[in-house]
Nanobody, 124 residues
Framework: QVQIVESGGGLVQPGGSLRLSCVAS????????QYWYRQAPGKQRELVASINPDGRTNIQEPGRGRFTISRDNDKKTVYLQMNRLKPEDTAVYYC??????????????????WGQGTQVTVSS
């Protein structure tokens, strides 16, 4: 069974920093795109950042200049470093991973999986 698990959320004061982690575990032969999304109360889920298989990154406007996405391929982990946090960054942050799952018969199945989310609250 393949799982996506986020961690690192919490309560932080405005101007503070948090580092979110997202680990993919299980029978995985390849990881393609990795993405961070967030969803604030009453709002739609929005893309925050992405990293392509070749390492190219894209940070969406709300976090540009403050957020950085990176990954450790050996650990199948993607990170979101968030600096100079603002109250409007408060949301549940979700990890989304595009990967190749290894089936019991040895074949592969491309899947896009979500984690359960981690709460980030920016408040004084």
């Amino acid at each position: 069974q393949v799982q996506i698990v986020e961690s690192g959320g919490g309560l932080v004061q405005p101007g503070g920093s948090l580092r979110l982690s997202c680990v993919a575990s299980g029978a995985i032969s390849a990881i393609y795109g990795q993405y961070w999304y967030r969803q604030a109360p009453g709002k739609q889920r929005e893309l925050v950042a992405s990293i392509n298989p070749d390492g190219r990154t894209n940070i969406q406007e709300p976090g540009r200049g403050r957020f950085t996405i990176s990954r450790d391929n050996d650990k199948k982990t993607v990170y979101l470093q968030m600096n100079r946090l603002k109250p409007e960054d408060t949301a549940v942050y979700y990890c989304h991973v595009d990967l190749m799952r290894i089936l019991d018969n040895g074949g592969g199945q491309r899947k896009e999986l979500w984690g359960q989310g981690t709460q980030v609250t920016v408040s004084s």
